[in-house]
């Protein structure tokens, strides 16, 4: 009888089935078929140059090592940690108090913790596709209901407001935002960024904002308002602005993230004051990781550099061939375009390439396909050359 009982949750009971092109992608590794890999979007194998004395130094110093070896948590992090994202948004000309930030040990962490604040089980959010595929995880997981709101691509991708508005209803609580948008490289541009702040308004929503990518904007793109952050405000609404190092200073192994809270002050101070139970039934923050923070931050703009001279010089590479690259204004991401309607990333395969699928992103389309542009540029270029061949496919 007590058998019976053991049983998993209903929201884990995920179809683990490997897609068809992940079938096929792990028989051709099984066969040790020489692959080039357009998927890698881990910075810290992609060639690029850590300044290993600098990343180290805090941990290093003596006065940090005895603040390390004392547990002393703060729920919102480390003061001196907080205060150096005060001043990365300083650096974006917004204003943040330290207190308004919760430190968190990634961005997944973040979305977690503003999902449990706002949402009841069955409450929903609102999510652009295509966009980044754990959303789908992290909902779940907080029994959050996710409800797509198109993204649509004419000369640039756009927000489907009307489409948007539709989506809403009486369970709805938030608006999410990736800006810029993965994988598309989206920017929410000022006019759409006043459009949603009406919205939420006139409906009573809440903006999440995920800025990960906000440092990377393709110089060529021609944006309205380089790296323009959410937190710049106006806030009409209560606004949670999500980031971490992990793309910021290229290091997703430190897991450092954070989550600023914004908006009419008596909602804004009773988010915090929840967020701050929240944060404190886990204390998920380590001292050392902590007290590195205002050092990885202030050494973020080498990192970053060369993240953008990658992006650029893989963008061009893949323009040069002359298949079609959706326009995008920032991010690591391209989106390429092919004319057949079969899976142009399973026939890519077969040429031993290997490139996302569109539908890795909730993209319909099978002639759309999503690459890294921080891949190391020789891999990138030969890899880029065998698209050529596949270009009529
Ligand atoms: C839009 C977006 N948000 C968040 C993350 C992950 O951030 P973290 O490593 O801080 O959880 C990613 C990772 O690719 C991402 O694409």
Excluded at 61 to 73: F, G, H, N, S, T
Excluded at 75 to 85: F, T
Excluded at 258 to 267: L, Y
Excluded at 365 to 380: K, M, N, Q
């Amino acid at each position: 009888m007590a058998e019976t009982r053991q049983r998993f949750s209903q929201r884990t009971a995920w179809d683990l089935h490997p897609s068809d092109f992940s079938t096929a992608l792990s028989e051709a590794r099984t066969a040790g078929r020489d692959l080039i890999d357009l998927t890698i979007s881990n910075p810290t194998r992609c060639g690029f140059e850590y300044d290993t004395t600098a990343i180290f130094a805090p941990l290093a110093c003596e006065e940090i090592q005895r603040q390390a070896l004392v547990y002393d948590p703060d729920p919102r992090g480390l003061r001196s940690a907080r205060e150096a994202v005060m001043l990365y948004y300083a650096d974006h000309a917004a204003t943040v108090q330290s207190n308004s930030i919760f430190l968190t040990t990634s961005t997944s962490e973040a979305y977690s913790w503003v999902f449990r604040l706002i949402c009841d089980a069955g409450d929903e959010v609102l999510v652009a596709q295509p966009s980044y595929p754990l959303f789908d995880f992290l909902a779940a997981l907080d029994d959050v209901v996710l409800k797509p709101y198109p993204l649509f691509y004419d000369y640039g991708w756009w927000i489907d407001f009307a489409e948007l508005e539709r989506q809403i209803g009486p369970r709805t609580r938030a608006i999410l935002i990736v800006h810029p948008n993965n994988p598309t490289g989206h920017w929410t541009h000022r006019a759409e960024r006043e459009k949603l702040g009406t919205l939420c308004a006139l409906h009573g929503l809440v903006l999440i904002v995920d800025e990960v990518f906000l440092d990377f904007p393709i110089s060529s793109a021609n944006n309205e308002s380089p790296a323009e952050s959410f937190a710049t405000g106006p806030h009409p609404v209560l606004t949670f602005v999500l980031s971490g190092i992990s793309k910021v200073c290229a290091l997703p192994q430190m897991k450092v993230a954070w989550v600023a809270v914004f908006g009419p002050e008596s909602r804004a101070s009773e988010a915090e004051a929840r967020l701050e139970v929240i944060a404190d039934t886990f204390l998920s923050m380590n001292a050392p990781a902590q007290l590195s923070l205002p050092v990885w931050l202030a050494n973020r703009s080498k990192m970053q550099q060369q993240i953008r001279v990658r992006i650029e010089e893989n963008l061009q590479a893949l323009l040069s061939l002359g298949v079609e690259v959706l326009k995008m204004e920032a991010g690591w991401s391209a989106v390429v375009r092919f004319r057949a309607l079969k899976s142009a990333a399973a026939s890519l395969l077969d040429a031993d390439v290997i490139v996302h699928p569109g539908d890795f992103y909730g993209i319909s389309d099978p002639r759309l396909i999503v690459l890294s542009l921080i891949t190391p540029t020789t891999l990138f270029e030969l890899g880029v050359s065998k698209l050529s061949i596949c270009k009529e496919i």
